[in-house]
């Protein structure tokens, strides 16, 4: 094991879930590959910011944030086995090649060609396929995943964009299907102005309560998890 993946086993409440991305040769590969992958390889036409980030950016193994990255795509691979996925706003796809080792298909999109154009060179797989396209406007029939992950999108959307996008991944997803995303929620309305000042790439901080309420009326069994950063919900 090399010493950048065993620094994965770092907290107790991450800790089974970043495991598990060492329990197979190929999950073990695809996350040395992905780590890695530092601004440095990207071309000058993508910002190399928060936005756009990669866990192996050394900001983000500074300060830590690159577990929390991995981990939410580690939740997801729980559940993508056999599966047909979709990684809405996939950014620089690597989460969405990391589900492929996994899903018996994934397709990641995004709005931004370069990104998926960077994606394409640096992380190819067989199952896994990129697209470039509007995730209000998700160009896929009804019912076509059992999977579809959202993973730091929902705070790029309007508060009324927000409430599309969770209607339009629903309608993707087959009866039963589930929805695994991440975004910050905050604890009161206050608390979300204050972070929502943080980021100009942010247009709507979603509270708890606002989010539960609206969720539940599209999904089934939605679970906001402790740590207020992901969620899974059931069609």
Not at 177 to 199: H, M, P, Q, V, W
Request: proline share 3%; net charge neutral; with cysteine.
């Amino acid at each position: 094991m090399i010493p950048i993946i065993s620094n994965l086993l770092f907290s107790f409440k991450l800790r089974a879930l970043l495991r598990n991305l060492l329990h197979s040769e190929d999950t073990a590969k695809r996350t040395e590959r992905i780590l890695s992958l530092t601004s440095a390889n990207l071309p000058p036409d993508i910002c190399a910011c928060e936005e756009r980030g990669l866990p192996g950016d050394p900001e983000f193994q500074k300060n830590g944030w690159w577990r929390i990255m991995l981990a939410r795509y580690a939740l997801a691979l729980e559940y993508a086995r056999g599966k047909k996925a979709l990684d809405c706003c996939c950014g620089l796809g690597w989460g969405a090649y990391l589900l492929s080792s996994k899903a018996q298909s994934v397709i990641g999109l995004d709005l931004d060609m370069d990104s998926l154009k960077f994606a394409a060179d640096a992380l190819r797989d067989e199952h896994l396929h990129l697209i470039c396209g509007d995730a209000l406007h998700l160009p896929f029939a009804e019912e076509s995943f059992d999977l579809v992950t959202s993973m730091e999108s929902l705070e790029h959307f309007s508060r009324e964009d927000g409430e599309k996008l969770l209607l339009e991944l629903r309608r993707v997803l087959k009866r039963c299907g589930l929805l695994i995303g991440s975004t910050f929620f905050a604890r009161s309305e206050d608390e979300a102005r204050r972070n929502l000042g943080r980021n100009p790439y942010h247009l709507h901080i979603w509270t708890l309560q606002d989010a539960r309420i609206t969720m539940g009326k599209i999904f089934r069994n939605v679970l906001i998890y402790p740590n207020r950063l992901f969620f899974k919900a059931v069609k």
